[in-house]
């Protein structure tokens, strides 16, 4: 027997937390790791948040789990607060992210199938997507390397240009259900879209009564000092799935959807066990009581800036290695000259440093939103330390 009792599926590497405090990762051996990678975008608070732990904790005594066959006010109160703070109208809460896509493909084709247009199927979605590890999900992005293996993937996606917005109307045609797109792209490498192209996406939809699907499952819940990315570009989506964040470390999904959109999704048409189970609720509602003020926000707008800036004056020290900055807030990215992922694992391995490697030759800088300036300062030293000492592969 060869294989491992953890399925092998990813490669893992050997860092191994075993505790975590605020900023900072504690392998079993002692070493102590500075998190900038947040479990990829999910600590927004931190490792050992004091209001996190003690809603959960409190939760967990009183009632874990109930069916949704029965009433939940703790459901009712998280979504109510998510109506309240976002363009939505109603909400259904999930495990991961890629359910909260899932519900949001569905959601976009029972808008036109609950009407009779049972055509109208087809999702407009960008290449280097990423909205997760379901047959949907993978289907939805044009990435081989997820599809390998797994065919045959799931009809009714086409695959534009990302910031392209000829490219998106090219594709148009008569069973086009509407467009599912990040605001950023996380794993294609912490790429904006452009203001003319998610309002351009707006206003194709509503001209032609199509659904316009935000995935925010990275780019969300204050990530880049808005609740969600939406809110930079002045338009707001019918249909967007939240996660990672939004449980601060608990699994916790959502699929928010105007009344217009949910138009499909009646009595018996979707359902999961767990989803939105009242300890789940808890930290939701831990985590909006710790980000969702004008406050909070504004400081990670400000963090998100000073950051920034730094990185520039940064990168002009190593114009070899690095190419730009971009993101907004605290999802920034490292555009290098060549691949990331060596140099992330040089900080990594070398320097106790934890970032993310991402596509597009991008390391993504992913801090708790909790972090300060003693936290920036850590990351500027050991940072530096490791651009100083690093040998790029050379490109044989
Ligand atoms: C991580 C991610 C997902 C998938 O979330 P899981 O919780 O891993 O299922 C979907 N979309 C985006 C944009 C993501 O970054």
């Known amino acids: 027997m060869?294989?491992?009792?953890?399925?092998?599926?990813?490669?893992?590497?050997?860092?191994?937390?075993?505790?975590?405090?605020?900023?900072?990762?504690?392998?079993?051996?002692?070493?102590?790791?500075?998190?900038?990678?947040?479990?990829?975008?999910?600590?927004?608070?931190?490792?050992?948040?004091?209001?996190?732990?003690?809603?959960?904790?409190?939760?967990a005594a009183t009632l874990m789990h109930v069916s949704n066959l029965y009433g939940s006010p703790q459901g009712e109160r998280l979504a109510q607060r998510l109506v309240d703070l976002t363009f939505a109208d109603t909400v259904f809460f999930t495990n991961s992210g890629a359910e909260a896509v899932e519900c949001a493909i569905k959601t976009a084709r029972s808008y036109h199938q609950h009407a009779g247009n049972d055509d109208r199927y087809e999702l407009i979605t960008f290449r280097n997507a990423f909205h997760g590890r379901t047959m949907a999900t993978i289907s939805?992005?044009?990435?081989?390397?997820?599809?390998?293996?797994?065919?045959?993937?799931?009809?009714?996606?086409?695959?534009?240009?990302?910031?392209?917005?000829?490219?998106?109307?090219?594709?148009?045609?008569?069973?086009?259900a509407g467009f599912l797109v990040e605001p950023i792209q996380g794993e294609g490498g912490i790429r904006p879209a452009s203001d003319d192209f998610l309002r351009g996406l707006r206003q194709l939809a509503d001209e032609n009564d199509l659904m316009l699907v935000f995935d925010e499952v990275q780019c969300g819940v204050a990530r880049t000092g808005r609740l969600y990315a939406y809110e930079h570009y002045g338009i707001e989506p019918d249909i967007l799935?939240?996660?990672?964040?939004?449980?601060?470390?608990?699994?916790?999904?959502?699929?928010?959807?105007?009344?217009?959109?949910a138009r499909g999704m009646v009595f018996g048409s979707h359902g999961s066990t767990y989803g939105g189970n009242p300890l789940a609720m808890a930290a939701g509602e831990a985590v909006l009581d710790a980000?969702?003020?004008?406050?909070?926000?504004?400081?990670?707008?400000?963090?998100?800036?000073?950051?920034?800036?730094?990185?520039?004056?940064?990168?002009?020290?190593?114009?070899?290695?690095?190419?730009?900055?971009?993101?907004?807030?605290?999802?920034?990215?490292?555009?290098?000259?060549?691949?990331?992922?060596?140099?992330?694992?040089h900080l990594r391995d070398n320097h106790q440093l934890?970032?993310?490697?991402?596509?597009?030759?991008t390391l993504r800088v992913l801090p708790p939103l909790v972090a300060g300036d003693a936290e920036f300062d850590e990351f500027f030293d050991r940072l530096s330390a490791g651009a100083a000492d690093y040998r790029p592969p050379s490109a044989a």
């Open 140 to 176: 939805a992005s044009n990435q081989d390397k997820m599809h390998k293996g797994f065919m045959p993937l799931l009809a009714g996606f086409k695959y534009a240009e990302f910031d392209d917005l000829e490219s998106a109307k090219a594709l148009m045609g008569p069973n086009t």
């Open 354 to 361: 934890l970032t993310v490697a991402a596509g597009d030759n």
């Open 291 to 345: 980000v969702a003020t004008d406050e909070f926000l504004a400081e990670v707008r400000e963090k998100g800036e000073r950051l920034r800036s730094r990185l520039e004056q940064f990168i002009g020290n190593y114009a070899d290695l690095f190419e730009s900055v971009r993101g907004k807030g605290l999802m920034l990215g490292l555009r290098m000259h060549g691949e990331s992922r060596p140099f992330y694992v």
């Open 241 to 261: 799935a939240s996660a990672k964040g939004i449980g601060g470390g608990f699994p916790l999904g959502a699929c928010l959807a105007t009344e217009k959109a």
């Open 2 to 59: 060869s294989i491992t009792p953890l399925m092998p599926v990813y490669p893992r590497s050997g860092v191994r937390p075993v505790r975590g405090e605020h900023c900072h990762l504690i392998d079993e051996d002692g070493t102590r790791y500075l998190d900038f990678a947040s479990g990829i975008a999910v600590n927004l608070l931190g490792h050992s948040h004091a209001g996190l732990i003690s809603a959960i904790q409190q939760q």
